[in-house]
C-alpha cells in the first residue's frame, strides 16, 4: 500500500518563487474602527473550514450596535449586503493603496442605508452589491458610518475588520499595523506529531503517524515523554499549536513557524498576506484527517506537491528531514505571533540506520494510482467522477465501493476513497438513476451520507439519463429526489387579522432536503423588503412607515422557494 506522505524534492530555484512580496504595512496610517478596548475572538490566518481567516474579528461586548467608524480617509467603493458570507458589509478605499473592510455589520448610518435601501426596492432583491463611484460617498479619517452586528455567516456580535492591499485585493495581516490590540501572550504548543515519509521510515519503531503531547508555559516547551525520539528515514513534523490573545480565551492562529536541525533553518512559514484564489490550500497545509476524524487542527512543516501557497520560505527539501545517520539531531521549533511574543519547542532526534522490515500491505482493496500533476477520471456504466489537473494535493489511492441501495433513494450509495482526503477543485460526479420515475427527473438531486448516516444535498441536474453535480469532498453519494416544499411557520402574525405589536414580522422557515434558494415577500400586493437571518432561519419584514401606511388592515403574501423550485406559500391579514 503506497504511503500517504509522499517526498517531494524542490530546489532553492523552485522555493524563489515562494518567497513572500514585502508588504508595506504602515503603523501609523489606520486607527481603530470602534471606540472600545479591542479584544479579539479571531485573529489573520487562523485555521478556519476550508480558508484562513482573512480579517480580524472584534468583540463588541455581546452586543450589536456600537459605532464603527472609517478608519482613515478615502470613499466607499463597495456596499453589499448577502443572507450568507460578510451579511451587511461596507469597503472604504483609501489613497495609500489600502482597502478596509468592515463585515458582519447590524445596518449603515441612515443616509447611507436609504441609499442602499432604495437600490433595493428598484432591483426588489435584499442581496445588493453597489459600486459607488470615488465622488458618491467620501469619508474622513474617524467618521461614522454604521454600527457593528451579527449579519451574515455569523454566531454572535463582532465586527470582522480586514485591510486589503487595493491594487490586487490581497487581504493583509492587519495586527501589523499598529492597531492598538494588547497581546505579551506567546503561542502555545499542545502536541508534536511524526510523519514517517514511506514504507522504509519509521519514527519511534513505527511506520504509521503518531503523536507525541507537549509540556510546557512561558514559551518553553517539551515533550511529555522524554526529550529523544527514535528515527530512521525520512520524517515530518505537525504541531497542534494556538495563540492567545490578551483578555479573551479564543484560540487564534500562529503569524510565523520556524524547524531549525542542527542550529540550520530547514522550514519558515509566515502569515502576512494570502490571496482568496489560494485561501483553501488551508486544506493542503494543515493534517486534513486529523481535523475531520478528531477535531485537532495540526499545521504540517512539510508540503504537499500540489500545495500553491505562497506563505512559504528557507525551505529544503519540502520540509522533510532525512535521519539516516547514526547519530543525535537537535530539533528546534520557534513560533511568533504577530505582536513579536516567541514560543520555542527542543528536542531531539536519534538517527537509526538500521533496516526496519517494511510495512505490509493489510488491506485487499483495489486502488488506482490518480497522479497529483494530471486530470482523472473514474468511470463504470452507471457512475463517473471527473477530477481536473489541480484538484489533488498530492498522489492519490483512489478506491471506491458500490453499497446497496437506501430506502428512499434511486440509486446505489457509491463510496469514493474516504471523507478524510482533501480537493482544492470541484469534480464532475454523474450517477445514473434506477426506478427513478420520468414526472420527477427534476426534482432528483445527488445527496452526500456523512459518517453518521446523515444526509445533505449536494445539488445537481438532471442530464442524459444522470444527475450531475460538482463536489468538493470524496465520501458517498447517491440520489434522492425532492417533492417536499418549505416550511413557514409565523411568529407574529396568526392570521386573524390583530394588530401588530412588533416593529418587525418574522416567519421560522426550513427545507428539508434541498435547501432554500429564495424568497419573496408583498404587502397589499406590493414587493416589500424582506431579509433572510440564515443562521436562525428567519425571514423578516423590518416595518417601514415611509412605505406602508399606517392605521389601515393589510394583507401579507410571503413566498419560500428551494432548489427543487418548490414553493410554500403563507397569507395572512393584519392591521397596523
Known amino acids: 500500500m503506497r504511503s500517504t506522505l509522499f517526498i517531494l524534492l524542490i530546489s532553492g530555484a523552485c522555493f524563489s518563487q515562494l518567497v513572500r512580496s514585502q508588504a508595506n504595512f504602515n503603523t501609523e496610517y489606520f486607527r481603530a474602527p470602534m471606540d472600545i478596548e479591542m479584544y479579539l475572538s479571531g485573529n489573520f490566518g487562523e485555521l478556519r473550514s476550508n480558508h484562513f481567516h482573512s480579517g480580524i474579528d472584534i468583540k463588541t461586548q455581546g452586543v450589536i450596535g456600537h459605532r464603527v467608524f472609517s478608519t482613515a480617509g478615502g470613499y466607499i467603493s463597495r456596499i453589499k449586503i448577502e443572507a450568507a458570507g460578510y451579511g451587511n458589509t461596507l469597503y472604504i478605499t483609501h489613497p495609500g493603496g489600502y482597502i478596509t473592510v468592515y463585515a458582519h455589520l447590524d445596518r449603515f448610518r441612515m443616509d447611507i442605508a436609504d441609499y442602499v435601501r432604495k437600490k433595493q426596492y428598484d432591483n426588489q432583491q435584499h442581496t445588493v452589491n453597489i459600486f459607488p463611484g470615488k465622488d458618491e460617498w467620501p469619508v474622513e479619517k474617524g467618521e461614522m458610518v454604521a454600527f457593528s452586528g451579527t449579519s451574515g455567516y455569523s454566531f454572535g456580535p463582532h465586527l470582522h475588520f480586514e485591510i486589503r492591499d487595493a491594487s490586487n485585493q490581497v487581504p493583509m495581516n492587519a495586527l501589523l499595523f499598529g492597531l492598538d490590540i494588547k497581546d505579551n501572550i506567546a503561542p502555545t504548543i499542545f502536541s508534536l506529531y511524526l510523519y514517517p515519509g514511506n514504507e522504509s521510515s519509521f519514527a519511534n519503531q513505527s511506520h504509521e503517524k503518531s503523536r507525541i503531547e507537549v509540556k510546557g508555559e512561558n514559551g518553553k ?152 500533476s494530471a486530470g482523472n477520471e473514474f468511470r463504470l456504466d452507471d457512475v463517473v467522477l471527473k477530477i481536473p489537473v489541480g484538484a489533488l494535493y498530492k498522489t492519490l489511492d483512489f478506491r471506491y465501493e458500490i453499497m446497496d441501495q437506501q430506502k428512499g433513494t434511486f440509486s446505489p450509495l457509491y463510496s469514493f476513497v474516504d471523507p478524510y482526503t482533501p480537493m482544492q477543485l470541484a469534480c464532475d460526479l454523474g450517477i445514473r438513476s434506477v426506478g427513478l420515475p420520468p414526472e420527477l427527473q427534476e426534482k432528483a438531486l445527488i445527496v452526500v451520507m456523512n459518517e453518521e448516516g446523515e444526509l445533505g444535498s449536494a445539488g445537481g441536474e438532471w442530464k442524459d439519463s444522470m444527475v450531475w453535480t460538482q463536489v468538493r469532498e470524496f465520501g458517498k453519494y447517491t440520489i434522492m429526489v425532492d417533492t417536499t416544499v418549505p416550511e413557514i411557520h409565523s411568529l407574529d402574525l396568526d392570521g386573524s387579522g390583530d394588530e401588530v405589536a412588533r416593529k418587525t414580522i418574522r416567519f421560522k422557515v426550513s427545507d428539508e432536503i434541498s435547501g432554500i434558494k429564495s424568497y419573496e415577500g408583498y404587502i397589499d400586493n406590493q414587493w416589500v423588503l424582506f431579509e433572510y437571518d440564515l443562521i436562525n432561519d428567519l425571514v423578516f419584514y423590518r416595518i417601514d412607515p415611509e412605505r406602508l401606511s399606517s392605521g389601515k388592515d393589510h394583507e401579507l403574501e410571503l413566498y419560500i422557494i428551494d432548489n427543487k423550485e418548490n414553493i410554500a406559500y403563507y397569507y395572512a391579514e393584519f392591521y397596523w
Not at 531549525?260 to 493542503?284: C, I, Q, T
Not at 517494511?358 to 497522479?371: C, G
Request: hydrophobic share 35%; net charge negative.
Open 221 to 372: 516547551f517539551r515533550l511529555a515523554s522524554g526529550d529523544t525520539i527514535r528515527a530512521n528515514g525520512s520524517l515530518g513534523f505537525g504541531l497542534e499549536a494556538f495563540d492567545y490573545l490578551n483578555g479573551a480565551r479564543n484560540r487564534c492562529g500562529i503569524y510565523r513557524i520556524r524547524m531549525l536541525v542542527d542550529g540550520h533553518l530547514k522550514y519558515e512559514w509566515e502569515m502576512d498576506r494570502f490571496p482568496f484564489s489560494r485561501a483553501r490550500y488551508v486544506n493542503s497545509y494543515i493534517d486534513y484527517e486529523e481535523k475531520i476524524r478528531n477535531s485537532k487542527l495540526v499545521q504540517k512543516a512539510f508540503i504537499d506537491p500540489n500545495n500553491k501557497l505562497q506563505l512559504y520560505q528557507n525551505v529544503e527539501n519540502a520540509g522533510i528531514l532525512e535521519f539516516s545517520e547514526a547519530r543525535i539531531y537537535r530539533v528546534r521549533f520557534i513560533l511568533d505571533d504577530a505582536n513579536e511574543n516567541s514560543s520555542e519547542l527542543e528536542f531531539y532526534v536519534s538517527g537509526d540506520n538500521q533496516e526496519i522490515l517494511t510495512r505490509d500491505n493489510d488491506t485487499n482493496d483495489i486502488t488506482i494510482e490518480f497522479p497529483w
